[in-house]
Nanobody, 128 residues
Framework: QVQLVESGGGSVQAGGSLRLSCAAS??????????VGWFRQAPGKEREGVAV????????YYADSAKGRFTISQDNAKNTLYLQMNSLKPEDTAMYYC???????????????????WGRGTQVTVSS
């Protein structure tokens, strides 16, 4: 079992920044064996991938909407995943979720349906 707890969401004006955190715990969790990532879901829309990291941190994937503005990183010693979000836009408003799934070293999963473990989410609201 893996538990994920997100934090860091809030309300900001367009152009502002936020840093989301996701603390992972569970006796099986280790960064080398799990793909982890950030996903978001706006009201009335499907959940979509924002940024993900392969097991072992070998590679990353960013959605087109996140490229150049968001940065995913992880502190392996703290089992914590981060999402630095800059130049936020109103269309970034959504519930943001952290997710994890067991993976082979270097394996990357980008679709929400490929992830088994999910946090409860943290709300991000960007006003114009």
């Amino acid at each position: 079992q893996v538990q994920l707890v997100e934090s860091g969401g809030g309300s900001v004006q367009a152009g502002g920044s936020l840093r989301l955190s996701c603390a992972a715990s569970g006796y099986t969790y280790t960064y080398s064996r799990y793909c982890v990532g950030w996903f978001r879901q706006a009201p009335g829309k499907e959940r979509e991938g924002v940024a993900v990291v392969s097991a072992g941190g070998v590679s990353t994937y960013y959605a087109d909407s996140a490229k150049g503005r968001f940065t995913i990183s992880q502190d392996n010693a703290k089992n914590t995943l981060y999402l630095q979000m800059n130049s936020l836009k109103p269309e970034d408003t959504a519930m943001y979720y952290c997710a994890a799934h067991s993976c082979f070293w270097g394996q990357l999963k980008t679709a929400p349906g490929e992830y088994h473990y999910w946090g409860r989410g943290t709300q991000v609201t960007v006003s114009s």
